[in-house]
């Protein structure tokens, strides 16, 4: 496990890590709620115990930190889709900012998936602030329409078995 590896190296204290151990079935308890609202089966996920930083290049000093986010990566030439949770949202975060983020995490989620199974992948245009970045994703203008498009044909598809999403490149 990742978060037995960071304490290890002493990268976060023994105290932190078992404040997210106790506090995982919060977050399992949000993916699971986020299945049931939306008849979908949540992607595999994971607790990172660092907190990644982003840094804007459109205004002095404009730094985010992400405490979730989806990241699409290559395994054995398919593409997984993974959510990753923070380990300080998770030690930190009430029941509802979890579930929140849980659930903001899926719309991306779908969101990606959607844009993949209809070949629409082409890079947005830059944006120089992250207030830019994330207003201009379609999920964030508007979550309820990527909920409503479910319908749409997808590679997934309500009450479907399937965990991750796997497209072979």
Do not use: W
Not at 34 to 39: I, K, L, Q, R, T
Not at 52 to 70: C, D, H, N, T
Not at 138 to 143: C, T
């Amino acid at each position: 496990m990742l978060l037995d590896q960071a304490v290890a190296q002493e990268k976060i204290p023994r105290a932190i890590a078992k404040k997210v151990r106790l506090k995982m079935p919060t977050v399992e308890g949000a993916v699971s709620r986020v299945e049931v609202a939306s008849g979908l089966r949540y992607p595999p996920y994971y607790i990172e115990p660092i907190l990644p930083v982003s840094k804007g290049g459109g205004e002095y000093g404009q730094m985010g930190v992400l405490f979730a986010r989806v990241i699409p990566m290559t395994v054995t030439g398919s593409l997984l889709i993974l959510v990753q949770f923070t380990a300080a949202l998770v030690a930190y975060g009430t029941k509802a900012t979890i579930e929140a983020v849980a659930a903001h995490e899926f719309t991306h989620y779908v969101d990606l998936v959607r844009r993949l199974s209809t070949v629409n992948v082409s890079s947005d245009e830059a944006a120089t602030t992250l207030y830019e970045a994330h207003s201009r994703t379609p999920s964030a203008q508007s979550h309820q329409s990527s909920c409503s498009r479910r319908n749409h044909s997808s590679p997934l598809s309500a009450g479907s078995s399937r965990t991750t999403l796997q497209i072979p490149l």
